[in-house]
């Protein structure tokens, strides 16, 4: 199952990576969010690794999260596995100015258990729901990162 989004950031793609790279912020971020992280490997660069512990559907989950491939400024690519469930987030970032970028996100969610094969099966009952989740957090993102990058 795949989600793919793309929204236009009005900053130079050399920034826009620089940011989505800022792994110290990120942490922070998604520590506000309410997820335990910890790094277990360090980087910069690809290997650098992290252990996430979230609450989903009523449950604690832990999910392994490893930068895999990682071409500056134009390639982040993102494996993570959750019980039976890998997941793969892709970010393309393309130049269209040199004020302007365009950043592509995919997430492709493979199931490797039963257990996860149900949890797929369930999101894609509801999948229209959670494209239009996943298109309005990554354009609040994009708003955000935008704004902080206007006043830098």
């Given amino acids: 199952m795949e989600f793919t989004t793309k929204e236009d950031i009005a900053a130079p793609v050399e920034q ?10 990120l942490e922070r971020q998604i520590m506000r969010r309410g997820v335990a992280l910890r790094r277990v ?11 996430a512990t979230f609450g989903f559907r009523g449950k604690e989950r832990e999910a392994r999260i490893t930068l895999v491939e990682a071409q500056a400024p ?6 993570s596995l959750s019980g039976g469930l890998e997941m793969r987030t892709r970010l393309e970032f393309v130049a269209l100015s040199r004020s302007r970028t365009r950043v592509t996100m ?7 258990t039963l257990s996860a094969r149900l949890l797929v099966q369930s999101l894609k009952l509801a999948r229209g729901n959670l494209e239009k989740r996943f298109r309005v957090r ?3 993102y994009a708003k ?6 206007s006043r830098a």
């Fill in 41 to 51: 490997a360090e980087g910069p660069g690809v290997g650098m690794a992290w252990q």
């Fill in 16 to 25: 826009v990576y620089a940011e989505l790279t800022d792994y110290e912020r």
């Fill in 144 to 149: 955000q990162l935008e704004d902080r990058l």
């Fill in 106 to 112: 995919t997430a492709d969610l493979k199931p490797q």
């Fill in 138 to 140: 990554m354009a609040d």
């Fill in 74 to 79: 134009d390639l982040l690519v993102y494996d």
